[in-house]
């Protein structure tokens, strides 16, 4: 069966600094790829996805994510993170031809620090 | 953009009744809504897929008989949780796709605490 697992549960970061959070997922065929973010309260919205073309994506607020599909993985990255990234995010992965079921991953809460 | 709406949002019940959640696609039609279920600080476990005008399709575990779902129309699906008990307590998400492999939309879920 797929599945999408995240690595880190919880990180905690400072203002400005550096943000990647993991994404691996195990299916050999053909999927499409997303980025959800949850602030707290609030629900589910889209970050970014892949379907094809440029493994590269960029998404809102900043953010981006990288396809390398020889490591199966779909990394989310931010430059510099904002106290308002605090939030919930989730990577999730959709089986072509499997119409918009998602799998998603455990989830990662990220912290600022202002 | 594409908005889909779940009624209510907040829902508190005894054990043994049963409960009825709404999902409605606002602006666009839906052949296809997903229902989720989410514990706390935990990520979102697909229950089943609705389909309009035919049975849903449940994920393994989940019990068809305790959670029913009905997609009568193009723009909503309804699941409702019957014999309730605590540990149906979660927080139940809905989401549509405008076609195939759309990005998905949520609904703003429902809380459902049952005392």
New interface residues.
């Given amino acids: 069966a797929q599945s999408v697992s995240q690595h880190n549960h919880h990180v905690i970061l400072s203002e400005a600094a550096s943000l990647e959070l993991g994404c691996n997922y195990s299916y050999g065929g053909t999927v499409?790829l997303?980025w959800?973010v949850q602030y707290p309260g609030?629900?589910?919205?889209?970050l970014l996805?892949y379907?094809s073309g440029d493994p590269l994506v960029k998404g809102i607020k900043g953010f981006e994510a990288e396809f390398i599909k020889s490591k199966f993985s779909f990394n989310l990255r931010k430059p510099s993170v904002q106290w308002s990234d605090t939030a919930e995010y989730?990577c999730a992965v959709?089986v072509?031809?499997q119409?918009?079921?998602?799998?998603?991953?455990?989830?990662t809460e990220l912290s600022v620090k202002p | 953009g594409a908005v889909v709406s779940q009624h209510p949002s907040r829902v508190i019940c005894k054990s043994g009744t049963s409960v009825k959640i709404e999902c409605r696609s606002l602006d666009f039609q839906a052949t296809t809504m997903f229902w989720y279920r989410q514990f706390p600080k935990q990520s979102l476990m697909l229950m089943a897929t609705s389909n309009e005008g035919s049975k849903a399709t449940y994920e393994q575990g989940v019990e068809k008989d305790k959670f029913l779902i009905n997609h009568a129309s193009l723009t909503l699906s309804t699941l409702t949780v019957t014999s309730a008990h605590p540990e149906d307590s979660s927080f139940y998400i809905c989401s549509a796709s405008l076609q195939g492999n759309s990005p998905l939309h949520f609904g703003n879920g429902t809380r459902l605490t049952v005392t």
């Fill in positions: 499409n997303f959800y609030q629900h589910l919205q889209l996805k379907f989730f959709n072509y031809n119409g918009g079921k998602l799998i998603f991953g455990q989830g």
